[in-house]
């Protein structure tokens, strides 16, 4: 971007790791180096962010309780010609995070606004599902009040979609609870801490997830995804309904499901292969 700035400046969406700092594109970090101004969630926390990368751009805060307020400073300066970008702690801003606000407003006085694809745990955690049918509803974070919490969940009831949850780990627990009574113990995935050290996907019932979680090892983020009803709620009980199960329900390889089920009943991979292939078609 050279001296002679365009008026008005760019309002650039950019979005940020989830957890390992190589998830940010190219395109992101020339952005965050060449605009005026970086509006942030948490500005210490994305300071650290901007040191990795060598990027000295000024920062401003930009949080939820302020959106409204420090938006209007923002689009001040977008007016007069600065560029702008938005980023939050992790992920996308706007999902489940602050920036709407601003976009919104920027969008309807005219002001241009250059969304940025990048990481975002819901996208990610969806692409782990190996769901086939195409569509998911992101509901993100529910009321953390359990009444408005199971109010909210009736309406998603009769979704035809998989369901894209996010939720705190210290609310997990309750949180599941909730979804197998009014959702029924349908198949969910677990996705904790993705892309991270400690990454981890699991698929099981809901019941399944709800023991998991009393477990109380419920450290970190979370992503649940899960099922559409109607569907699974009959759980698959011998290795040949499971094989099965998979090769309808699932897009794995007659290989890979061979190599997951081996794995998570302890049997002989060949054995499980030899039986998946006479019932694979
Ligand atoms: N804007 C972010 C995005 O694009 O995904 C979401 C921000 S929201 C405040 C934070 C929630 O996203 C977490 O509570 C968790 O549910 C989910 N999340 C963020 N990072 C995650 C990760 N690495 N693994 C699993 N879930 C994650």
Redesign the pocket.
């Known amino acids: 971007m050279n001296d002679a700035r365009p008026h008005p400046g760019t309002l650039y969406i950019v979005?940020t790791p989830?957890?390992n700092l190589e998830d940010i594109t190219l395109r992101a970090l020339r952005v965050l180096k060449e605009v005026h101004l970086i509006a942030a969630e948490d500005t210490r926390h994305s300071r650290n962010l901007l040191n990795h990368f060598g990027i000295a751009t000024p920062l401003i805060s930009y949080y939820r309780e302020k959106e409204a307020e420090r938006g209007e400073e923002l689009l001040a300066r977008l007016a007069e010609g600065e560029n702008i970008a938005l980023i939050?702690?992790?992920?996308?801003?706007?999902?489940?995070?602050p920036g709407a606000v601003v976009v919104r407003e920027a969008r309807r006085r005219g002001l241009p606004v250059v969304p940025l694809p990048g990481?975002?745990?819901?996208t990610?955690?969806m692409s782990a599902a190996g769901i086939a049918d195409d569509g998911f509803l992101f509901i993100?974070?529910l009321p953390a009040k359990g009444n408005r919490r199971r109010q909210k969940l009736a309406t998603l009831v009769n979704s035809p979609f998989p369901l894209v949850?996010?939720?705190?780990?210290h609310r997990l627990e309750d949180f599941l609870a909730d979804l197998l009574a009014v959702l029924g113990d349908r198949h969910a995935l677990w996705?904790?801490?993705?892309?991270?050290t400690f990454?981890e996907l699991h698929e099981d019932s809901l019941s399944g997830l709800l023991d998991k979680s009393r477990l109380g090892k419920n450290r970190?983020?979370?992503?649940i995804v899960v099922h559409p009803g109607g569907e699974e709620e009959v759980k698959p009980e011998t290795v040949e309904e499971l094989i099965v199960w998979y090769r309808d329900n699932s897009e794995l390889s007659l290989k890979d499901v061979s190599r997951k089920l081996a794995a998570d009943l302890g049997l002989s991979r060949s054995q499980v292969y030899q039986k998946a292939l006479q019932l694979w078609r």
Do not use: H, M, N, Q
């Not at 949850?165 to 780990?169: Q, S, T």
């Open positions: 979005p989830i957890g939050s702690d992790a992920g996308t801003p706007g999902i489940s995070d990481a975002c745990a819901a990610t955690a993100g974070f949850f996010y939720e705190a780990p996705a904790r801490e993705l892309t991270k990454e970190g983020e979370f992503v």
